[in-house]
């Protein structure tokens, strides 16, 4: 088909432009803008909590090839707020939940009701208790003594019989070596006398399977038969069986033991440098047969390496996906020791993820799209988060010491290169993956007991709440030496942003368009990433302006909101900080005169921007509508 000559239908188009431009500016609706909350709500989806994943914020930043934000959007499914707990006057190694029952073990002599301080309304314990999980209340009808400490716990597969593992040789002036069992069936807890296996020396964890209990520790004999820190009993009897290997190395220990869901395979963690005479796999954890014993193949111990005298793989757990392990160092040589942080891997061995954050980690507790951990993490810079920052504390002023995080249980972040420091590994050479950084930050204060000046060494999550134990003396600025608890957040308080209303700077000052921009430092939450702030005019209750902002605490940024109909005359402004809870910081700017000059020529000046942008839309339009008909006219 030919195309016909446009040019009389462009005169006609020039002749009704006016009336088409007036019909234009009448009829058209303005289109609906999304607010950032809208737009952020639609990139992220429904989210509620550990049912669903989170990974969509660093996908969306490698596909625009800018850094991930280094924390994750998502809300975190617990409180940072810490509920009232019994306390005890030293440390505890480790807890275990049975229902509504929280056993603790330590090595400790009293426990106190919670926001008692040290050598007040003391009761005895001797290195075990027992408190009731929804109230924190110490229960008072189990008291067993241990004359050592306690290191460990485990139950039965049918919840009758609780085990005791540590440092002990009596419980309640009975003869136990090191591991103890009690009948929970009819209350709390009763010493079964008749369950007597003797190791030579100290039993740091144990795990059930069936009726075959696991035992990992120090020891070198046990019923008076070799075992190299490695033993199997019947648990029923307390009988050994033959399932025999062996962690050697210098101070060989092993920390940690669990047993796959299937019961086929034992995930072990140490200091030990081999195992069953292998060290790759068998340097400072090992896969093995719960069946023989035999090292099983396990390509993590080819990337994770960390063992010695001064560095090991402190904590494993377990679940259907595979297992997680956390590692401290206090060596400096990668020939030794390569990391700080924790990791997950899958029941074949192969590595599934590494948080490399520097600084020991001890405990780790992992849900379906969570994993809790407890250390001392002092720089995330290489998955984008914290880097190596002081803090002042009541002690003084040293690095940030971060006690408790929060990760996705996901590999979504490619570890990248942050130079190589002095005794870190540099994970950005080999393409490995981590999770993110959830905005979780509980705030613990170091105790002294151990002389090493730690917090919490073990963390476990229930439905309800998320538990740690240590040698902490305070949480959140209160008294709660040892034990603590942490609510889901459905309901509960959580924590108000952090600082003050002088730390926000808010600053107010007439643009030149006569409007009021008020500009501030944004501050940051410890279980809350996302914080709202409403700028108020006078002593008016609806915002002028508001906006949601995530800044994190290692990148908190310069912000402004802008009070665009300000009528002339004197006015001061608030600016109000809130949190999802209704939690505030307020900050009051100093007073600010809006002249009638400046008034009147921000309102000329926007005028005249509106009716600029409205003729160039308008000539857009003609333009648009001249193609649409050339276009109309071709073949």
């Not at 942003?497 to 430092?521: D, H, I, N, Q, R």
Request: charge should be negative; glycine fraction near 10%.
């Amino acid at each position: 088909m030919r195309r016909l000559s446009t040019i009389p239908r462009l005169a006609i188009i020039v002749s009704l432009l006016p009336l088409l431009l007036a019909s234009m500016v009448v009829l058209t609706p303005a289109a609906p803008v999304a607010s950032a909350q809208e737009t952020e709500a639609d990139a992220d989806g429904d989210d509620p909590g550990d049912g669903s994943g989170d990974v969509g914020d660093n996908e969306a930043a490698a596909a625009a090839g800018t850094d991930p934000s280094g924390q994750s959007s998502r809300e975190p499914t617990y409180t940072a707020a810490p509920l009232p707990t019994v306390q005890i006057d030293g440390v505890a190694w480790g807890q275990l939940v049975v229902g509504d029952v929280v056993y603790v073990v330590g090595n400790f002599n009293n426990a106190r009701p919670a926001g008692a301080r040290a050598g007040q309304q003391e009761v005895p314990r001797s290195n075990i208790l027992a408190y009731d999980l929804n109230t924190g209340k110490l229960i008072e009808d189990f008291a067993p003594t241990l004359n050592g400490a306690g290191r460990s716990l485990a139950l039965s597969e049918d919840g009758k019989t609780l085990y005791v593992a540590g440092e002990f040789d009596r419980v309640n002036d009975e003869w136990h070596s090191r591991l103890a069992a009690f009948d929970i069936s009819q209350g709390h807890g009763t010493l079964i006398s008749s369950f007597q296996p003797v190791f030579s020396t100290t039993v740091k964890d144990i795990a059930v399977a069936g009726d075959t209990l696991y035992v990992g520790g120090y020891f070198t004999k046990v019923n008076n038969q070799q075992r190299t820190r490695l033993a199997a009993l019947k648990a029923s009897t307390g009988e050994l069986l033959d399932w025999t290997a062996s962690a050697e190395g210098p101070n060989a220990q092993v920390y940690a033991i669990e047993v796959s869901p299937d019961h086929s395979k034992v995930v072990i963690g140490g200091s030990f440098s081999t195992v069953n005479g292998s060290s790759k796999p068998g340097y400072g954890m090992a896969l093995l047969s719960a069946s023989t014993g035999e090292v099983l193949p396990m390509p993590v111990n080819d990337t994770v390496r960390t063992a010695g005298e001064k560095a090991a793989i402190f904590d494993i757990a377990v679940d259907e996906d595979g297992f997680y392990g956390t590692a401290y160092s206090a060596v400096g040589r990668l020939d030794e020791a390569n990391l700080e942080g924790s990791f997950k891997a899958d029941w074949n061995g192969n590595l599934v993820w590494l948080e490399p954050c520097h600084g020991d980690t001890y405990g780790i507790a992992p849900t379906k799209d969570t994993v809790y951990t407890v250390g001392h993490a002092h720089s995330c810079e290489t998955i984008y988060g914290f880097p190596n920052m002081p803090e002042v504390r009541k002690d003084g002023q040293h690095p940030l010491y971060v006690r408790a995080m929060a990760f996705t249980n996901s590999p979504d972040i490619t570890i990248r290169h942050q130079g190589v420091v002095d005794g870190y590994q540099d994970w950005s050479t080999s393409g490995l993956k981590s999770p993110t950084i959830i905005g979780w930050y509980p705030d613990l204060e170091a105790g002294k007991v151990t002389k090493m000046s730690q917090a919490a060494y073990k963390v476990d999550v229930t439905d309800k709440y998320v538990l740690m134990v240590g040698e902490f003396i305070e949480a959140d600025g209160k008294v709660q030496q040892g034990i603590v608890r942490y609510p889901r957040r459905a309901g509960q308080p959580t924590l108000p942003p952090e600082g003050k209303a002088e730390t926000l700077g808010a600053k107010a000052e007439v643009t030149t368009s006569g409007s009021v921009k008020v500009s501030f430092t944004a501050t940051w939450d410890r279980d809350d990433p996302t914080l709202t702030y409403s700028l108020y005019r006078d002593n008016e209750t609806t915002p002028v302006a508001t906006e949601k902002i995530s800044d994190t605490r290692w990148a908190l940024t310069s912000h402004t909101l802008e009070d665009t109909g300000c009528p002339a005359g004197e006015h001061t402004y608030r600016l109000v900080v809130s949190d999802p809870s209704g939690n505030t910081i307020t900050a009051q700017t100093s007073s600010i005169t809006v002249s009638k000059d400046a008034k009147n020529a921000g309102n000329a000046k926007n005028a005249d921007k509106k009716a600029g942008k409205d003729g160039d839309k308008q000539a857009d339009d003609v333009e648009r509508a001249d193609d649409s008909e050339a276009d109309g006219e071709g073949d």
